[in-house]
Antibody, heavy 120, light 107 residues
């Protein structure tokens, strides 16, 4: 079955770089797109960006200058790197499969999320 | 950026009632709207895609409708397991944007 699992450090110091990994099983990254979505404690969801099945990327303009999404298809892994972290980047970070069909797009498979706290 | 405004922010209901949640886009997004349900400590779960299509396994008491700027999610015969936060998402233009959510609580 399809599974996504996020991993990475739980604590990052302010101004440092966050590196997260999303390990995917049950589907191929060469034919599936994956997004990163985050959720600050007690708040709503924010779409961060996507790596498309063709390897192209799109980012949320609000964080585009700090964010990079890449992948290793041989390892079925998607990576998130975000620099210059501040306390407001404290959040649960989810990866999710983005179904991008002819007529509809949706996030149908989600990881459990990884909590990242930005603090000194 | 397309802003999605959900109303109400929270709603109290009783088991067996019918509730309607609203989502309004700042510009037309056609039918490019999904609805997600999130219970505490869990990842969001897809309910509705393309404004009105029920995802596999979603009970038929969940109904989505709308086009353009105005969208609704109706839950008929609310069950205890439906008490959650509901988010709309537009994918008509990048950045994809979520509404702030509607929390459905027990009266």
């Amino acid at each position: 079955q399809v599974q996504l699992k996020e991993s990475g450090p739980g604590l990052v110091q302010p101004s440092q770089t966050l590196s997260l990994t999303c390990t995917v099983s049950g589907l191929s990254l060469t034919s599936n797109s994956v997004s990163w979505i985050r959720q600050p404690p007690g708040k709503g969801l924010e779409w961060m960006g996507v790596i498309w099945s063709n390897g192209g990327t799109d980012y949320n303009s609000a964080i585009k200058s700090r964010l990079s999404i890449s992948r290793d298809t041989s390892k079925s892994q998607v990576f998130l790197k975000m620099n210059s972290l501040q306390t407001e980047d404290t959040a649960m970070y989810f990866c999710a499969r983005l179904y991008d069909g002819t007529y509809y797009y949706y996030f149908d498979y989600w990881g459990q999320g990884v909590m990242v706290t930005v603090s000194s | 950026e397309t802003v999605m405004t959900q109303s109400p922010t929270s709603m109290s209901t009783s088991i067996g009632e019918r509730v309607t949640l609203n989502c309004k886009a700042s510009q037309s997004v056609g039918i490019n709207v999904d609805w997600y349900q999130q219970t505490p400590g869990q990842s969001p779960k897809l309910l509705i895609y393309g404004a009105s299509n029920r995802h596999t396994g979603v009970p038929d008491r969940f109904t989505g409708s709308g086009f353009g700027r105005d969208f609704t999610l109706t839950i008929s015969n609310v069950e205890a397991e439906d008490l959650a936060v509901y988010y709309c998402l537009q994918y008509g233009s990048i950045p994809y944007t979520f509404g702030a959510g509607t929390k459905l609580e027990l009266k």
